[in-house]
Structure formats: structure tokens, C-alpha cells
């Protein structure tokens, strides 16, 4: 950096919609596979097993990566992975 980062300043910024995260999952499950999104909604979390959505993430990125493919709009990224 050419100059000190202070607290709070915002170094980087990203849109939303570039990021996966369980909101990102469930909107794109509600546009591509309803069924998806249901399984992704349906934990409730003041359940005691509520995990933080890590549960529904992983499930979305398999569901991607495994089903939908060259169709995901995370393929590229995707498709890196081992």
C-alpha cells in the first residue's frame, strides 16, 4: 500500500452478487432449482443444530458443481477446483 490502512477504511469492495454465500445460494436456488432452494430454507436457525448456513452452502456448491455445470454461473470458478 502507498499509505497506512486505517480501522473501518474500505480497502476492497465487491458486488454482492459476485460473492457466494448462503443469501447469494438461495436466490440463485429460487431462479434454477426451487426443490434446491427449499432444502437450502429449510433450516431454522434458532435450531440447535444451526451450523451458520455452512450446512446449505456446501450443499449449493455441490449441487453447481455436480448438476448444473457449464449451466452454473460459478462454472469458471467452479471448474478450477480438484
Same mark, same amino acid.
Given at each position: 500500500?502507498?499509505?497506512?490502512? =486505517?480501522?473501518? &477504511?474500505?480497502?476492497?469492495?465487491? $458486488? !454482492?452478487?459476485?460473492?457466494?454465500?448462503?443469501? #447469494? =445460494?438461495?436466490? &440463485?436456488?429460487?431462479?434454477?432449482? $426451487? !426443490?434446491?432452494?427449499?432444502?437450502?430454507?429449510? #433450516?431454522?436457525?434458532?435450531?440447535?443444530?444451526?451450523?451458520?448456513?455452512?450446512?446449505?452452502?456446501?450443499?449449493?456448491?455441490?449441487?453447481?458443481?455436480?448438476?448444473?455445470?457449464?449451466?452454473?454461473?460459478?462454472?469458471?470458478?467452479?471448474?478450477?477446483?480438484?
Amino acid at each position: 500500500a502507498t499509505e497506512d490502512v =486505517a480501522e473501518g &477504511d474500505v480497502y476492497i469492495s465487491l $458486488p !454482492p452478487g459476485s460473492v457466494i454465500d448462503v443469501e #447469494t =445460494a438461495v436466490s &440463485d436456488a429460487l431462479e434454477t432449482s $426451487p !426443490p434446491l432452494a427449499g432444502l437450502l430454507t429449510g #433450516t431454522d436457525e434458532s435450531s440447535p443444530s444451526w451450523d451458520g448456513g455452512f450446512d446449505a452452502l456446501m450443499l449449493y456448491l455441490l449441487h453447481e458443481r455436480f448438476v448444473r455445470k457449464e449451466e452454473s454461473r460459478w462454472w469458471p470458478y467452479l471448474d478450477v477446483l480438484p
